[in-house]
């Protein structure tokens, strides 16, 4: 019997397709390590976003790969999972404690920005990384009933705040803040302004990625939120509904002026399924959500469905992923957080830390 090489094993293994990314792992250059001896083989594979749900997946397609060569006897596959800090806007610098914000937004509101937003947080988590989420909704935060937290933030240092814990993730909102019935009359800079004290003013730590709840629109707010704050990527909320879509559009326009990349868009009340008879209906209109990725040559990371529970589970402070995690919605809400991660990973590391720092002394 012929012996195994490590330079047979390769092309096979390259080619295999991770699902979360849709990409060789060849391509991705995920395949860190082929050892052989004798016939055993150990393989190695890093990933470069959270994807722990499907590395039992994974592993079989990678057996299933090396025993298409004879002779291939005990098989060992580590899966492990790196995450680093990914560019931002030029002239932005990365927060610290933070590798990657992701921005959630909408063009209007009613459209399920916030439960999005929790439930890709949540679903982060889910699948291996360590999330934070910020509520940068000054006139209408909702996290803290969303993900069941209150009270105020404590402080170790007199200078920056503690963030909230629910479900694993860390939080903060102006709604901590604040009596839930206090109304945030504040301009505009002064919005924004306590926006970032919020952001820059929490001690977050060691996160993966921070999920970032925009506020509705596309006004002065937003507008200077995407230029000061380093974001990696955004994610547009909208539903099919056409007049959804218009304002959506503007969200997505207003990212790229600003240099934020488009990560994809997400179509809530995709359908309506009768509980009582399964009937499915089109309340608000079918394939908006897919023909806007079209139009902006974007992808479509997900649609869900006009769901009782999803609601529910949101107004209980328990979101869907944490109330159902192995429900189907829930599922539906994992792969969106794959695509988001995987595209992040796909995109220019930042090497800002690694330049050196340059000082100009007046000299005499």
């Known amino acids: 019997m012929n012996a195994i090489s490590e330079a047979q094993l390769q092309p096979l293994l390259q080619a295999v397709v991770d699902s979360g990314s849709s990409r060789t792992l060849g391509d991705a250059r995920a395949l860190k390590s082929v050892k052989v001896d004798g ?8 990933l470069g976003y959270p994807a722990a749900s499907q590395h039992a997946a994974l592993r079989t397609a990678l057996v299933a790969a090396a025993r298409q060569l004879p002779g291939v006897g005990n098989i060992s596959v ?18 610290p404690g933070v590798k990657n914000i992701i921005a959630v937004a909408s063009g209007k509101g009613g459209v399920g920005k916030s439960t999005t937003a929790a439930n890709l947080a949540l679903a982060l988590a889910a699948e291996g990384a360590r999330v934070g989420m910020l509520d ?7 996290q803290p009933l969303m993900l069941g937290a209150s009270g105020r933030p404590e402080t170790l240092d007199g200078q920056t705040m503690e963030p909230h814990i ?10 901590f803040l604040v009596d839930d019935d206090q109304a945030m009359i504040w301009r505009g800079p002064m919005a924004t302004q306590a926006l970032e004290q919020l952001l820059r003013q929490t001690r977050w730590q060691e996160l993966d990625y921070l999920i970032v709840d925009m506020p509705p629109g596309t006004g002065d707010i937003q507008l200077t939120l995407s230029q000061r704050v380093p974001v990696t990527g955004a994610v547009i909320v909208t539903t099919p509904q056409d007049i959804a879509l218009i304002d959506a559009k503007k969200g997505l326009k207003m990212f790229e002026k600003v240099g934020v990349p488009i990560l994809g868009i997400v179509e809530n009340m995709a359908l309506h399924v009768c509980a009582n008879c399964g009937h499915v209906e089109h309340i608000f209109g079918a394939e908006g959500g897919a023909k806007m990725a079209a139009q902006y040559g974007t992808e479509l990371l997900g649609s869900l469905p006009l769901a009782m529970s999803i609601r529910a589970q949101a107004d209980s402070g ?4 944490a109330a159902e995690p192995d429900g189907e919605v829930a599922g539906i809400y994992k792969a969106l957080a794959r695509k988001v991660s995987a595209k992040i990973a796909a995109q220019g590391k930042d090497y800002s830390a690694k330049f050196p720092s340059i000082s100009i002394s007046k000299t005499t």
Request: glycine fraction near 10%; charge should be negative.
């Open 39 to 46: 016939g055993d083989v150990v393989i190695d594979v890093e």
């Open 136 to 142: 940068a909704d000054i006139y209408g935060p909702s």
């Open 78 to 95: 580590s899966i492990t999972t790196r995450i680093v800090a990914h560019a931002v806007q030029r002239g932005v610098q990365l927060l």
């Open 166 to 175: 629910a479900h694993g993730l860390q939080v903060n909102s102006i709604g």
């Open 318 to 321: 328990t979101p869907t992923v």
